[in-house]
């Protein structure tokens, strides 16, 4: 059962790359050139870094959900072990909105305090 763990969880580091590498330069970046772009509080700025770090979370949760099969396939799996990883992937999820909205997409907040809420459980 772990090979078929590990198998699955490379198959999710490898699309998860890809879907951030191609999305980025293929996708992304075609629609940002786009004049039609909805403007939120004054511009397309927001739309742009909005749509930029919600692609990106989707490659950083699936990294998440690589690194719990990692972790299930170990003989000493815990619960605790979810959490951190988990508290990990929303870390990400925080840091990654914060930066690319500047603060202006309250998403991080709440990301953020999922982690501290998932890192209280583990004490």
Same mark, same amino acid.
């Given at each position: 059962?772990?090979?078929?763990?590990?198998?699955?969880?490379?198959?999710?580091?490898?699309?998860?790359?890809?879907?951030?590498?191609?999305?980025?330069?293929?996708?992304?970046?075609?629609?940002?050139?786009?004049?039609?772009?909805?403007?939120?509080?004054?511009?397309?700025?927001?739309?742009?870094?909005?749509?930029?770090?919600?692609?990106?979370?989707?490659?950083?949760?699936?990294?998440?959900?690589?690194?719990? &099969? @990692? /972790? !299930?396939?170990?003989?000493?799996?815990? %619960?605790?072990?979810? *959490?951190?990883?988990?508290? +990990?992937?929303?870390? #990400?999820?925080? &840091? @990654? /909105? !914060?930066?690319?909205?500047?603060?202006? %997409?309250?998403?991080? *907040?709440?990301?953020?305090? +999922?982690?501290?809420? #998932?890192?209280?459980?583990?004490?």
């Amino acid at each position: 059962m772990a090979q078929l763990l590990y198998i699955a969880a490379a198959l999710l580091m490898l699309v998860s790359l890809a879907h951030s590498y191609l999305g980025e330069r293929y996708i992304l970046t075609r629609l940002f050139k786009r004049n039609n772009l909805p403007h939120l509080f004054g511009s397309s700025d927001f739309t742009i870094r909005t749509l930029r770090f919600t692609w990106h979370l989707t490659s950083v949760a699936w990294l998440g959900f690589a690194a719990l &099969l @990692i /972790a !299930l396939a170990a003989p000493e799996f815990t %619960h605790t072990h979810l *959490l951190y990883i988990t508290a +990990v992937t929303f870390t #990400l999820h925080s &840091l @990654i /909105a !914060l930066f690319i909205s500047k603060g202006k %997409h309250w998403s991080w *907040l709440l990301f953020a305090l +999922v982690s501290m809420l #998932l890192l209280m459980c583990t004490m």
